[in-house]
């Protein structure tokens, strides 16, 4: 019993492993936050802000990553490093974008260690994603890029962004994964159950 409860809290923390896989995936949407500019710019023209709707994709690493490996700071690095890789490819905000990936990271993890990384459905992604929204406007703001705005127009900005958010790094990454967790895919890298050390015996 006591050797158990040891593998199933070694199953909870971070390893090498969940911290490569993590960075592997983040390479793979850092790759994907670098070619999403021209979505973004084509959408501009429509105005309304309706490229605020794409916005969402930059937050995906980390709530697809959370979503892959379900533990604690996995959806932090996720975003860190995707920006890292995204500031590599020569992202067009530079520096800046690790600011952005640290705070988008921090806002989704805050949401899923407020459900103590226990409850994983599709409304808990959609808070986390909207977490990186807000935290993503809060460096907006701090950079001077809509603090001009007027009322109604920052209104629209805020709310073309949270529903763009909340369906693609929410809806879409929820589904998707769970997609992927049909093919049995996930179960190479997700935590080992407690029913699989019963099944050991």
Not at 173 to 187: D, E, F, I, Q
């Amino acid at each position: 019993m006591a050797q158990k409860e040891t593998q199933q809290r070694a199953a909870k923390g971070l390893k090498l492993t969940d911290v490569l896989i993590t960075i592997v995936i983040a390479a793979v949407f850092g790759v994907i936050y670098r070619i999403w500019g021209p979505m973004y710019d084509l959408l501009k023209p429509l105005g309304l802000h309706a490229e605020q709707l794409s916005y969402g994709m930059w937050f995906m690493a980390g709530t697809f990553a959370f979503l892959v490996i379900r533990k604690p700071w996995v959806a932090l690095l996720a975003e860190l490093a995707a920006a890292t890789v995204e500031a590599l490819y020569g992202g067009s905000w530079g520096v800046t974008t690790l600011v952005y990936g640290l705070l988008q990271g921090l806002g989704a993890e805050l949401i899923f260690a407020a459900f103590r990384y226990r409850r994983v459905n599709v409304g808990v992604t959609m808070l986390a994603a909207l977490g990186s929204a807000i935290f993503s406007l809060f460096v907006d703001n701090y950079y001077g890029y809509i603090e001009e705005l007027a009322f109604w127009n920052f209104v629209l900005f805020i709310v073309t962004r949270l529903i763009g958010s909340a369906i693609i790094a929410g809806v879409f990454a929820y589904y998707l994964t769970s997609a992927l967790a049909r093919t049995g895919v996930l179960n190479l890298v997700r935590p080992v159950s407690s029913k699989d050390y019963d099944a050991l015996g």
